[in-house]
């Protein structure tokens, strides 16, 4: 027991919710000072405790706590929302009475408190914005790693292939619903990946590369997972209770609003931005777009020609240097040009005036998808349709006195490089990068630390050194907050758009070599393990923020499996007549046209068929729904609803004469024609002694006699 | 006053709901009395009062009224219902008291009398079933029409030239959902068609036939509309209560279920057909679109190829009788054809088992449209991309001796043809030959009637004489009924069908001749009067039916419209340069290619954009569903909810620790930390005797100073 409890509290995190690291480096003492206590003050006047301990260098650590009812309150209020915006459909509250309150998850908890941190004062939080302001200097903000909860979790998932729902749940549990969509994606993708990687590898074994089947396999296997997917995030966000909490969040503090309108309905303010001034400002992505693949393409487009003329036509000094000349000129100028365009990026989207952060976000994603689509897929596009089948020609036209022979395999090496090389390289970088720079940092920390206490030794006093000094117990925890605060917050956006990379080289270029997707399976069981551990270990904790999708990614994915249809469909017809040969830009086109046709009615198709299937957990909040409204509907009228029967309530009154339309004039005359009406009526229903059954009879009788007597007597005549 | 009584009293409909038209003519007096006892047995069962009278000839006129207190409770069950599955968001109980009940329009108050009378027994109805098993001599079933509202109605349509709201909620209030959808539609359309009219006749003015501008303007004015329907739609059912009404919709007697399911959610009971073997019974569409093709394609040749060979060919006796040779053959076998292919199309819908009967329409009007679309679209396609661009090449390798001079001019011909004429003839049609029929039918009847009388001044007494006579004050009541009972059922999928071929000419072909759209414009003005005086005086009154759409005439339209961008490039690539010279197939398809690209870009943008502007409606209905959860909190609450104030319910406790994982045998050790952890914990909170800010503000000092002198000293260095 005595071991058991020094190992649980080498993972204490001391009733911590959350943690501000406030850096000073580069502002005066007095200054500091008082921001500091401003930022006390702040955290104070919304009734959170606090606690401070210094940080690394000239930094300190903020720790915040919530006391537990007022989060109780909190975590109840939110529910109240989300019942109230439909999200869940039974009302938290059971009897009037104040309840226990018990936070489903550690996300929902933590939830409550990024927003009693985060919100504004007048939304009841303590208003502190990280990075942004006035708070500046507050450089990172994040609830603590729970180390025994990750460490289980990748126990787990070192031992098993797949992950299960729980799974999935736990990492909900742990980070919120934004980051567990990720991992629903990739986990949901890598299974998806075994179709096509068995068929490649059939496809390798007993055809060669540039198999028509495998091509159309392939097509519609991306068809079908993109249509599945989006089935699958619907049931996983009601699985998750979030369907429709997008309209939850908060107004961002940058957004500014044209007026303020009372809905008429519900009675509430709401800061209105025009959405069609909004959609006129997003036209500007088409602008963006044209600069953004200008730029990128230039400069791919320039790298590529200078590659082919050292390596094919240069042959004079230093060729073997020269060689590593364009990829040296791409690498440094990559950065410049991207940064410049995410700044565009960025101040476009700032100009576009989004209410939340979350479409913000949303907007911005798109945009970095939009360069990085251009970086990852224009070199092998140009490989593939520009400088196989046309590089003789082209080169023959521009500068007739070069003798340039194209090698046909170029394509095929591109691709294999993509999905084993470049696959491992991305990998190790991911994770061996951050821990190196990490191991870098607290050596030079270490160093600077040394420093410091020598330079403290010469300047102060016994006393601030004390100050100084991490208590005994608490060291061990300090250093590994230290260490979170250091780290880098966790981009999940980065790792989804690595996906739909790695999806959109299958959709485009699988035809070529059937390996790829068996390439991008192995790679995807490390992936999902390696990101996690990235997560857990080498980022902050992430606040837990909730989603109802991948976000723009799905858009991306169904561009990409368009864009691979006809890709596909042109790479078959140029490579299965040998590639350099003569191509027929016409005779290309007709068959990228037909496949297209072909690509549109198999999405029309899988769309309509799968969505008719639907998804278990769609009918189940159907029926979710109606069984909270039977149960209230029981408990109004006071015990189980009677069958419909005529006589069940029997002293509803009637109106039973309805205005379909207002004639003008017309009242009076209804009104009183109405009486005369009803006696009429009444002598119309009364009029029979006998019973309706035996009037008929007799009717029945008198006519069928006339009618059938006469062509009686005429047959017999 | 007297004058209005007697003039109310012609359009006195004595109360009825609704009326049974029981026909006898073909079986024996003792068996219709059985069955018409059995009837009226049923009827009665179900409380419902009845009235007989002798209808036309050997049939007779059921009259049904429903008890108003009946009808009240039926009401307001369907009004629950509808809350029940979400269609509504206030249930309709005020005060657990029974309450008045009103019926919003006179087809709500009709709805609920067509399910007393069609749903079968164990659901509270009567089951009676017109024309279907024990009640097929039962050949209408039908309410009354509204005289004076349907007068009022076409009265004030003929003064003005477009319609407001008001008056689509009256055709609504009158005639159901189903049939207002339709209205709706031809008045957004025809509203909409004003935009390409202005620009055809400018293009008309001051260009020529094949205008590339125009060809742009109406292929994304076709998107547009399309794309503005779908949330018009949306608008409207949720303004007629609708959305989502489907689900409500009884089984239909014919379909037949696999098992029985016990919902776990909700407990009720679900009759289930899997969707899986549906899914694929549905596949047999395929071959069924592939047959139908086949068979009308074959035949549109080849009256095509007979056509082209007397007209311009054949040149031997009886040209002139010989050249309508063609058309007649057409006309002769189109029925044959079109029957047989309707009679599969039954069959194939039956084998599909749907579960309601507006599925089961659904599909087979999925099925008639498919074979409407292969003759409306077929023969002017084959004009304008086989005989004007091929003609004179085929003819030539079919029949080398043959001089045949292709008329660029035929396809205009056509088109007009079409625009012009063809609508005219179709308007004359639909209004004409019914009244015609109607007439002569009435004449014919006028006659038998008078043989019957005298064959019964024979046969009969006075007696039967007397029972067979009208009553004088019900005579011109039961005249009209008559009439209607003998009209024919308002099918308004026919008329939607109608427009969505008319949008089809145009998508398609209006590129060809500017002024289609001003054709189409001013036809559909007469059209949309035309079809109202059409359902409300020459067809019985339809049972109210709800509807959430156009059904699935929108997928249709979607269809048209990629199909008319492809058409229109086409037919501006070909006709541009003069229609019969040179066209080669691979450029052909390369314009096309292009338009597709840019018809699937616009599509997406206009999508989106509309999407997020969204509608007025939809934002209301969020509200309304807001606003309705807010007021019952309150009243849960016992007053308006305070705002968010920590201290409003101090006695919320709070679980602290809560379980991400399951983890195996964790559990006890966590208890046992837990006290631990929780001294740790306060002494960590409670440890600064001073405040967290002055506690940090030293620490700011220590910090910055040891930081900062050495820098100092080095610089005074």
Not at 183 to 204: E, K, Q, R
Not at 450 to 471: F, I, M, N, V, Y
Not at 694 to 716: F, M
Request: proline share 4%; hydrophobic share 40%.
């Amino acid at each position: 027991m005595n071991f058991l409890h020094s190992a649980e509290h080498e993972h204490d995190n001391f009733g911590v919710d959350w943690v501000l690291h406030y850096e000073f480096e580069d502002i005066d003492s007095t200054l500091a000072v008082d921001e500091f206590r401003a930022l006390i003050q702040q955290l104070e006047d919304a009734h959170l405790h606090t606690q401070v301990r210094p940080g690394n260098d000239t930094s300190l650590l903020v720790f915040i706590r919530i006391p537990r009812d007022r989060l109780g309150v909190m975590i109840h209020e939110s529910r109240v929302k989300d019942w109230l915006h439909g999200i869940t459909h039974s009302l938290p509250i059971a009897d009037r009475e104040p309840i226990d309150v018990t936070a489903e998850t550690p996300s929902e908890e933590l939830r409550s408190i990024y927003h009693a941190v985060t919100w504004q004062k007048q939304l009841g939080g303590a208003g502190i914005t990280p990075g942004v302001g006035k708070w500046k200097h507050v450089t990172a903000a994040f609830p603590l790693h729970d180390p025994l909860a990750n460490a289980e979790l990748l126990r787990r998932w070192s031992r098993t292939t797949t992950l299960s729902s729980e799974d999935l749940d736990a990492i909900r549990a742990l980070f919120g619903e934004k980051v567990a969509f990720y991992f629903a994606f990739i986990h949901c993708y890598s299974l998806f990946l075994l179709f096509p990687t068995v068929c490649g590898v059939v496809c390798w074994l007993y055809g060669g590369p540039y198999s028509i089947l495998f091509g159309i396999l392939n097509g519609i296997w991306c068809i079908v997972f993109v249509e599945y997917w989006k089935i699958r995030e619907t049931e996983l966000s009601l699985r998750w209770k979030v369907k429709g909490s997008g309209v939850l969040k908060v107004n961002r503090i940058q957004y500014t609003w044209e007026k303020e309108v009372i809905d008429s309905i519900t009675g509430e303010i709401h800061k209105v931005f025009s959405t069609k001034k909004q959609l006129l400002r997003q036209l500007l992505l088409i602008p963006f777009v044209f600069v953004a693949s200008l730029a990128l393409g230039t400069l791919i487009v320039g790298t590529f020609a200078l590659e082919v003329f050292i390596s094919e036509v240069y042959n004079g000094p230093l060729k073997g240097y020269l060689e590593f000349l364009p990829t040296v000129l791409f690498s440094l100028s990559l950065p410049t040009i991207s940064s410049t365009l995410t700044s565009m990026a960025t101040r476009l989207t700032d100009y576009e005036n989004y209410r939340t952060q979350d479409q913000y976000d949303l907007a911005q994603t798109q945009k970095t998808f939009v360069m990085n689509f251009i970086t990852s897929f224009l070199p092998t596009l140009l490989t593939a349709f520009v400088y196989v089948p046309f590089g003789e020609k082209i080169v023959s036209i521009l500068c007739p006195s070069w003798d340039v022979r194209v090698d046909a395999t170029r394509l095929q090496q591109e691709v294999v490089y993509l999905s084993v090389t470049a696959q491992v390289l991305n990998c190790a970088e991911e994770l061996l990068v951050p821990y190196l720079k990490r191991t870098l940092w607290q050596k030079y920390r270490a160093y600077r630390h040394r420093r410091a206490a020598s330079a403290r030794g010469r300047a102060h006093s016994r006393a601030t050194d004390l100050l100084l000094l991490d208590p005994l117990e608490e060291s061990s925890f300090l250093r590994r907050v230290r260490t979170q605060a250091a780290s880098d917050e966790y981009n999940v956006h980065d790792d989804i758009l690595e996906m739909c990379v790695q999806f959109g080289y299958l959709a485009l270029f699988g035809v070529v070599w059937p390996l790829v997707p068996l390439g991008f399976l192995l790679n995807n069981w490390l992936e999902l393990r390696g990101d996690f551990f990235k997560l857990s270990l080498e980022c902050q904790r992430p606040p837990p923020i909730r989603a109802e999708s991948i976000g723009p990614s799905l858009q991306g994915l169904e561009f990409l499996t368009w864009l691979g249809t006809l890709s596909t469909a042109a790479i078959l017809h140029i490579y299965r007549s040998g590639g350099t040969g003569e191509v027929h830009l016409s005779s290309v086109v007709m068959t990228i046209f037909a496949a297209e046709q072909a690509y549109l009615a198999v999405t029309f198709g899988v769309r309509y068929a799968l969505q008719k299937l639907g998804s278990q957990a769609e009918r189940e909040e159907v029926a979710r729904q109606y069984a909270v409204r039977k149960r209230y509907l029981a408990s109004l009228l006071g015990g189980p609803k009677p069958a419909s029967s005529p006589s069940a309530r029997p002293r509803v009154r009637f109106h039973d004469k309805v205005d379909v339309y207002h004639l003008e004039g017309k009242d009076a005359a209804t009104t009183v024609s109405l009486t005369a009406e009803s006696e009429r009526q009444s002598q119309f229903w009364t009029l029979n002694s006998v019973s309706t059954a035996e009037a008929g009879v007799k009717l029945i009788r008198a006519l069928s006699t006339t009618d059938e007597t006469p062509t009686k007597q005429y047959k017999s005549m």
